[in-house]
Nanobody
Framework: QVQLVESGGGLVQPGGSLRLSCAAS????????MRWYRQAPGKQRELVAG???????MYADSVKGRFTISRDNAKNTVYLQMNSLKPEDTAIYYCNYHYWNIRPYDFWGQGTQVTVSS
């Protein structure tokens, strides 16, 4: 089992910044991908950004140029730096830990609320 603990959400004005963190613990796998998803009220959960254990990154088009994902493998922690936030970024943000070992494994954090409002 993998446990994920997220932090860093909150209320911010449009144009502001927030940094989310997600610390993984438990039975970790060396080759993995950590991702951030978000879910706004009444909408499906969507992938925001991902980073592999070799630091290859990907982003949803809606956040490219504004969000940056990074990781510290020594701390088993992934970060999401969110700049130029917009009201449409308001959602619960979830951390995901993914790896393959014969079959796919996915673990989820409890979520952290991000609200962008004036």
């Amino acid at each position: 089992q993998v446990q994920l603990v997220e932090s860093g959400g909150g209320l911010v004005q449009p144009g502001g910044s927030l940094r989310l963190s997600c610390a993984a613990s438990g039975r970790l796998f060396n080759i993995n991908t950590m991702r951030w998803y978000r879910q706004a009220p009444g909408k499906q959960r969507e992938l925001v950004a991902g980073i592999t254990s070799s630091s290859t990154t990907m982003y949803a088009d809606s956040v490219k140029g504004r969000f940056t994902i990074s990781r510290d493998n020594a701390k088993n922690t992934v970060y999401l730096q969110m700049n130029s936030l917009k009201p449409e970024d308001t959602a619960i943000y979830y951390c995901n830990y993914h790896y393959w070992n014969i079959r796919p494994y996915d673990f989820w954090g409890q979520g952290t609320q991000v609200t962008v409002s004036s």
